[in-house]
């Protein structure tokens, strides 16, 4: 077996045999960018040298048994959003295209603890909205499966470079499903933790009261290692939750639903689904059945406005984060300009690409005077209803089954001029950041050659049983075991 086939919890223990040494591994795995990133182009920014450094680093650790942990010398891929201190941040934009941080973010902080090994920084929508990739300042992300798709988006980058065996790991973020679409589209896992379960300080802030950080592999148990790893209370963030956090990767060891009560929200399945992406899930319900699981019917009333509330209120989040940007402080300027605010004004409108403008217009649209009401308040209140069904619904089952988006990946092009349908890929991930609850996505299989993702969604806090359900899954199914054909892809 290929030993970039091999997954992060076997690696981990290879390495601390020293059956394997990181400086092998990291290489495998740089060999392999080399072999088909000119095809996938997953990666904004490759951090060669630094990760052989680091992946040396490791190696002492590993050699002298101390200070250790599962990820010691293990690679990782970072979406461009999150700082790491010396490295370009881009966030997929022109505004900061030169932007290099002075300063880790509190997940990359534990990383390096952890002895990580950072392979670089993957390609996103600029400052994560989007569902496709295709917002990036730089270049648009394949789809390993198929190099004429996008791989969803806005994590699109990291959700190829973990399918096409560029990386084990990566992190992700989700602020509307910007975890769980690129992971259905590119037949991974991924999972989108509990609002205040991961640290944002050193996130680029889209929209604060919705932005997560999460894990994205190849398989439940290695997601489950990484949330482990990046989920605890950080006095940095205010957000952040002082709770005890659940033990991912041992529940991960003890996968099972026997018993478990899980609820299928009736509007969700509706008229509109692609016939494949229902057909998989029913057969993923069978097999969950099969392990023991018991399926009922339950209602959240208040899906059918949750993508238009979300569509008001991350905007307007968005409008006021990205105030920030103005030439000034950092980032790109516009020079030339014989006054201050026209500086600002050409700084804005050259830096930012076409969809950040539309929502910073939105935004700050929706949140001024006249309309703050009828708008932004109106939101807020549709945002309590959607929590109302959810806590409504899980007073009758453990957690949720879902699909994780309407149709399987579309192609390049296919939207990018639509924003209206663009937003309707995540008719099925939103409502979920609106909640704050923790959303598992899967893969359950193919329709037209493309992959499928099943998502489950869990109580606040209830990483641990979704990851002992998703775990138990992949023990009766082999969809995560599926490569992409990349002689295909290099040979494009
Ligand atoms: N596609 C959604 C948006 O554009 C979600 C993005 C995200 O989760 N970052 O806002």
């Not at 095809?39 to 590993?62: H, N, P, Q, S, Y």
């Amino acid at each position: 077996m290929n030993i970039i086939d091999v997954p992060v919890y076997q690696l981990a223990e290879m390495l601390k045999d020293r059956k394997l040494s990181s400086a092998e591994l990291t290489k495998a795995y740089l060999d392999r960018i080399k072999q088909v990133e000119g095809t996938v182009r997953a990666f904004i920014t490759l951090m060669e040298e630094k990760a052989m450094a680091m992946a040396l680093a490791a190696d002492g650790r590993l050699m002298s048994g101390t200070n250790t942990t599962p990820l010691t010398g293990i690679p990782i891929a970072i979406k461009d959003l999150l700082c790491i201190q010396g490295h370009p941040t881009t966030c997929g934009s022109k505004i900061l295209q030169n932007f290099i941080p002075p300063y880790d973010a509190s997940v990359i902080a534990r990383l390096r603890d952890a002895g990580s090994v950072f392979l670089g920084k993957t390609n996103m929508d600029e400052f994560a909205m989007g569902s496709s990739t295709e917002n990036s300042r730089f270049f648009c992300t394949r789809n390993p499966w198929n190099p004429a798709m996008v791989p969803g988006g806005s994590s699109g980058g990291s959700a190829a470079a973990v399918a096409a065996r560029e990386t084990p790991l990566a992190l992700g973020t989700d602020t509307g499903g910007s975890i769980r679409q690129p992971a259905a589209f590119c037949g991974i896992t991924g999972l989108k933790p509990t609002y205040g379960s991961v640290s944002r300080y050193g996130l680029v802030a889209y929209a604060s009261s919705l932005d997560q950080i999460g894990p994205m592999a190849r398989c439940v148990r290695d997601a489950a290692l990484l949330l482990d790893a990046i989920s605890f209370h950080d006095p940095l963030d205010s957000t952040s939750a002082d709770v005890t956090r659940p033990r991912c990767y041992e529940a991960s060891l003890r996968p099972g639903i026997s018993g478990v009560k899980i609820g299928v929200p009736r509007e969700f399945f509706r008229e509109g689904m692609d016939e494949g992406i229902r057909q998989r899930l029913d057969e993923a319900r069978r097999v969950m059945e099969g392990l023991g699981a018991r399926f009922i019917d339950v209602s959240i009333p208040a899906l059918d406005c949750s993508l238009a509330a979300y569509y008001v209120i991350a905007p307007c989040e968005a409008s006021s984060n990205l105030a920030r940007y103005d030439g000034c402080r950092y980032g790109y300027r516009a020079e030339g300009e014989p006054d201050v605010i026209s500086m600002y004004k050409k700084t804005r409108r050259e830096g930012f690409g076409e969809e950040v403008l539309r929502r910073i217009i939105i935004g700050t649209y929706a949140l001024s005077s006249g309309y703050y009401e009828a708008y932004y308040l109106k939101a807020q209140k549709v945002r309590t209803l959607i929590k109302r069904d959810f806590d409504r619904a899980f007073q009758e089952c453990d957690f949720l089954f879902a699909p994780a988006t309407p149709t399987p990946a579309f192609p390049i092009g296919e939207k990018a001029d639509d924003p209206l349908s663009m937003y309707l890929s995540d008719i099925f991930t939103v409502s979920v950041n609106m909640a704050g609850l923790p959303g598992l996505v899967v893969p359950c299989g193919f329709t037209k050659g493309l992959p499928v993702g099943l998502q489950l969604i869990g109580r606040a806090f209830g990483e641990a049983s979704l990851v002992n359900a998703g775990a138990a899954f992949q023990e009766a199914t082999d969809f995560h075991l599926k490569t992409p054909d990349c002689s295909v892809v290099s040979g494009q």
